[in-house]
């Protein structure tokens, strides 16, 4: 008997809780959060949200790359090989997708467009409809 797997691509990936949410969701400073979970994407997506808000693009810049390994770290532990969807919907993912936006505004900032394509592109290889939760669109 042959097993094909799904036709229609790889199984979505679905992140495990992500342990520094309780804490940023209670108001604790997420610099803390992250020194406290170093492996969290969603303190450093946090964190350079806000240094972007701020002005301070090469601080978020390098926030947003932080998180953005650190979530493609997680996603590979949970299954992901490098392509297929993982949901905007699905709440732990988030930390990761924010990560990518906030890489790719960053990237775009700085005239790195090549890289800010790339981003853009992975969100929406990964959720069609994260860019436009995130503000991208």
Known sequence: MTTHGNLLGPEPTLLPEDPA???????????????????SSLAWAVLAERALQDGVTITGYAYARTGYHRGLDMLR???????????????????????????????AAIGETDEAERCRTFLADSDPAAAAALGLD
Do not use: C, Y
Request: charged share 15%; no cysteine; proline share 10%.
């Open 21 to 39: 949410a309780a804490e940023i969701d209670a108001g604790q400073e997420p610099a803390e959060v992250a020194a406290a979970h170093p492996t």
């Open 77 to 107: 532990r949970n299954g992901w090989k490098g392509f297929g969807p993982v949901p905007f919907s699905h709440v732990p993912n988030q930390g990761f997708l924010r990560a990518l936006a906030a890489l790719q505004r960053a990237a």
